[in-house]
């Protein structure tokens, strides 16, 4: 079955660590996306990548780190540096082809981070 | 700058009507989507409009208005497991079918029996 796969799915860290977030799809899509959410709100962009080995910052992409090494794969880094960690984390990824349909995002079940 | 408007919660019947409103202004236009999300969950796409009008999918319509920037969910014969949070994500401006998506706060609907 073709999807997205985040992992983990809970994460726990201490202050002060860096914590990497995997992402891997199996669509085939060229372009792939970190969004925060926090509770009550809306998804916030972090990165987003439209093409291997090149990738954009969002909204928010202050204390997080990106790799798009492979068509496959998008990991996210939340460093040191991010005062706020504690968030869901969801990757998506959407199809550059417009014959595949609206280039909707397909998303993954998610990564819930808390920082203790 | 860029902005999209919800209402924050709404509260419905079930078998009735609902309708979800959402404002937007964005630096250019390539799409609006609207999403479904129960709590800590994925979002799962509902609906997509690029032109005005309305696209119908089963219990679930999606209206757009360009020029007014404006566009609403319409959900008919509401069920339990409609309660959920909906998104209301628009595309920026550019020629590729992957710009990046700015998402609305969400409107959190609760469906009563």
């Known amino acids: 079955d073709g999807g997205i796969t985040q992992s ?5 860290r201490k202050e002060g660590q860096n914590v990497t977030l995997s992402c891997e799809q199996n669509l085939n899509h060229d372009a792939m996306y970190w969004y925060r959410q926090d509770p009550g709100q809306g998804l916030r962009l972090i990165y987003y990548s439209q093409i291997v080995n090149d990738f954009q910052k969002g909204d928010i992409a202050e204390g997080y780190s990106v790799s798009r090494e492979k068509k496959e794969s998008f990991p996210l ?12 984390y969801l990757c998506a990824s959407s199809s550059r082809d417009r014959g595949r349909g609206t280039g909707e995002l397909f998303f993954g079940e998610g990564s819930r981070l808390t920082v203790l | 700058g860029q902005n999209i408007d919800q209402p924050t ?25 609207w999403y479904q999300q129960h709590a ?10 690029v032109l005005d009008g309305l696209e119908e999918k089963g219990r679930f319509s999606s209206f757009l208005s360009r020029s007014k920037g ?7 014969e509401l069920q339990m497991k409609d309660s959920a949070s909906y998104l209301c994500a628009v595309r920026g401006g550019g020629s590729s079918n992957t710009g990046k998506l ?3 706060q969400g409107t959190t609907l609760q469906v009563k029996p």
């Open chain 1, 77 to 88: 880094t939340v460093t040191s540096a991010q005062k706020n960690p504690t968030a869901f």
């Open chain 2, 102 to 104: 700015i998402f609305g």
């Open chain 2, 70 to 76: 404006y566009s609403y969910l319409l959900l008919k």
């Open chain 2, 40 to 49: 800590g969950e994925a979002p799962t796409f509902l609906s997509y409009n």
């Open chain 1, 8 to 12: 983990p799915k809970y994460l726990f």
């Open chain 2, 9 to 33: 919660e709404m509260t419905a019947t079930e078998g009735a009507i609902v309708q979800i409103n959402c404002t937007y202004q964005t630096s250019g236009f390539n799409g609006l989507f």
